[in-house]
């Protein structure tokens, strides 16, 4: 079987969009991780494969029903089967890990009764350069190398 | 890490499972997931249920307060927030 995992910002844009259809009750999500920067090309038009392909999003909601649908993704579920990747729920203190001022860069999007919000992709890479592993810094070179960041 | 010296995956445990507790459905899917015998820690859990479920009834603000009663009988928030059990996708 190919390896599927994720690696393009359709994937991520193609779940939000499900995710926009399936919620009834507006509700706000924030897009951190891989999953935001590959969103932030997808935004862009950009196709460029991420380098090291992410196995999960990190979504953070203060909805129910957004959590809810994102339990449905979650490690081992057949959304995992059938995608190659899988959604993992982040608490919200992790936001903490950004600059103060974060939200003023944000990029901001509505699907359905979703409100996305997606930090500037300099903030999102703050916490990975932070962490400092391999796959953080390819990804930031990459994201430097499509134009995301200086 | 949180200021309870929680690691950020355990704290959405408890931050999420506060979220879905509210909601019967997913208060039973939970329930019913945890005592499975196909998880791996549903023994573990009946030891820890009434422990977990107050966690779960409790405020999202009101972390200090339930730390604080926790350490007078020799436990934390952090202690108690790691036996909230994951939750496996195959079986859910």
Known sequence: MPRRELKSGKQVAEWLDALGKSVITPGDIILIGSGGLLWHAHDRQIQTELPEASMDVDPITDSDEIAAFCYNAIIGSEFEREHGWHVNLMPNTVLREFPADWRERASRREYGQVTLLVPHPADLLVPKLKRGEPRDVKHFEWAKRIGLVA | ?92
């Open chain 2, 1 to 92: 890490m949180t200021e309870h010296g929680i690691l950020y995956q355990d704290y959405a445990k408890l931050e999420y499972g506060r979220m879905l507790w509210k909601r019967p459905d997913m208060r039973e899917r939970l329930l019913r997931h945890w005592t499975d015998p196909r998880h791996p820690h549903a023994e573990r859990f009946k030891e820890w249920r009434a422990e977990v479920e107050k966690l779960l009834e409790s405020p999202p603000d009101s972390d200090d307060e339930l730390d604080r009663e926790l350490r007078t009988r020799g436990l934390s928030l952090r202690v108690v927030v790691r036996e909230i059990p994951s939750v496996f996708g195959d079986f859910f």
